[in-house]
């Protein structure tokens, strides 16, 4: 009844699991202390839930992106630089804010993406993946770091791209899908910024 009645609600499929999952492990705790006598299983035990919900992936075009990058360039947008580099790189989140300038060769063309920050611990670490790799810097990516390289003070140990206390909350996503909605582009999080890359380097192969 309390998993129809969620149903009913229209609450997602994934709520639905989790939620049943919950009612199962309080059974079994309280079949297991013996508060609930005369029963072996839970109520939903074997209950099969269909949790897989079609949906469209997020993803912009290339006309897309292009609008979303030039419209942050031309507004001077404070974000554009994380934005693009994300775009013209793939890196995820944490790699983009832990990246420094003494992994970045501009002569050579090739950041070497080998740290992440973790929000929720509030420290650098290794990358997801647990080991460095190579990006290449694309001549829409070196405009783009040379620009912020010609701040006078920067030095090795520098952070490349801003710390913006919106970034450091963690909350790119929002800020992201409020810029995109204003400019008329399909509001995406952060994440899919990773996706678009992959999806446009797939054209070109």
């Known amino acids: 009844d309390v998993l129809l009645s969620v149903i009913d609600q229209g609450r997602s499929k994934a709520f639905q699991k989790r939620l049943k999952n919950t009612i199962n ?6 079949i ?8 072996v299983n839970s109520p939903v035990y074997g209950l099969k839930l269909n949790i897989k919900e079609e949906k469209f992936p997020e993803i912009l075009t290339l006309s897309e992106i292009q609008k979303f990058l030039s419209s942050a360039k031309i507004l ?15 890196m995820r989140n944490g790699e983009l804010y832990a990246l420094k300038w003494e992994d970045v060769d501009l002569g050579n063309r090739l950041i070497r993406v080998k740290a992440s920050y973790n929000k929720r611990t509030k420290e650098f670490k290794t990358t997801k993946a647990g080991y460095w790799r ?4 694309s001549n829409d990516l070196h405009s783009v770091l ?3 390289q010609n701040h006078s003070s920067i030095k090795k140990d520098d ?4 710390r913006i206390k ?3 909350r963690g909350e790119q996503s929002k800020v992201l ?3 995109l909605s204003s400019i008329g582009v399909p509001s995406v999080k952060f994440h899919t910024l990773r996706a678009c890359f992959a999806t446009q380097m797939l054209r070109i192969v």
């Open 134 to 137: 190579n990006v290449p810097i």
């Open 166 to 168: 919106e970034w450091t």
């Open 146 to 148: 040379a620009d912020l």
């Open 76 to 90: 001077n947008h404070k974000w554009f630089p994380i934005w693009a580099t994300a775009l013209f790189t793939g």
């Open 32 to 39: 297991e202390e013996k508060i609930i006598r005369d029963i």
């Open 177 to 179: 899908r409020s810029f």
């Open 25 to 30: 492990m309080i059974f079994n705790w309280a």
């Open 159 to 162: 952070f490349v791209l801003p």
